[in-house]
């Protein structure tokens, strides 16, 4: 069974560090993949989407990596800003467009 | 541009009572989905379609069903309602053809709880 571990679970940075989030599956096989941003009390966002043939996607300050061959996936967020704070979740789709979600990264970016 | 729209936001059910939460898009996405997300808890796929008049399941679909009459709405609908299946539930779209996928557009959520 898939399964998706985020590294680490919360994370506080003072504002303007560049940072690295961390997504990983047990099963290597990932066709596409998305992070997405959640809200306290409010639904995902979605930021980036990886499809089955690219590596990376850049989005202004938020770039997406993936490895498929170690089924990894890094999220680096440049000059972090105070609004950047929430939940950060990746999601990977093992080809069937059911994304299987991680528990997610709690980002607190302090000002 | 209403993209995903979810009603009711809130809703306390008593067990045993059902009740049907919403879904409507406005994309002319071919793809919809319903999950929910327990504290501190990833999402779970509880039931997908991939088009009018198909549905199926996913991880978690003990206690629910779901129809898809039309391309636009995708309810679900709980019947006998427990305390397990308090929780925040997400309706979401997509579109793909050609073995190209444009991500996910999420509603707003439905909060339930079950006493």
């Known amino acids: 069974k898939q399964e998706v571990t985020q590294i680490p679970a919360a994370l506080s940075v003072p504002e303007g560090e560049n940072l690295v989030l961390n997504c990983s599956f047990t099963?290597?096989?990932?066709?596409?993949l998305q992070w997405f941003r959640q809200d306290p009390g409010k639904g995902l966002t979605s930021l980036l989407l990886?499809?089955?043939?690219?590596r990376e996607q850049t989005s202004g300050r938020l770039n997406a990596s993936l490895d498929k061959s170690s089924g990894r996936s890094t999220l680096y967020i440049a000059a972090s800003q105070p609004g950047d704070s929430a939940t950060y979740l990746c999601a990977g789709d093992p080809g069937t467009y059911k994304y299987i979600f991680g528990t997610g990264t709690r980002l607190k970016v302090l000002a | 541009n209403a993209g995903v729209t979810q009603t009711p936001k809130f809703r306390i059910l008593k067990i045993g009572q059902s009740m049907t939460l919403q879904c409507t898009q406005d994309?002319?996405?071919?793809?919809m989905y319903w999950y929910r997300q327990d504290p501190g808890m990833g999402l779970k796929l509880i039931y997908y379609?991939?088009?009018?008049?198909?549905?199926d399941k996913g991880e978690v679909p003990n206690g629910y069903n779901v129809s898809r009459s039309t391309t636009e709405d995708f309810p679900l609908r709980l019947e006998l309602a427990a305390p397990s299946q308090t929780s925040v539930y997400f309706c979401?779209?997509?579109?793909?053809?050609?073995?190209?996928?444009?991500?996910?557009?999420f509603g707003s959520g439905t909060r339930l709880t079950v006493v």
């Open positions: 099963d290597s096989a990932i066709y596409n």
């Open positions: 379609s991939v088009g009018a008049g198909i549905t």
């Open positions: 979401a779209s997509s579109y793909s053809a050609a073995g190209i996928e444009y991500g996910y557009t």
């Open positions: 994309m002319n996405h071919n793809y």
């Open positions: 990886i499809q089955s043939s690219q």
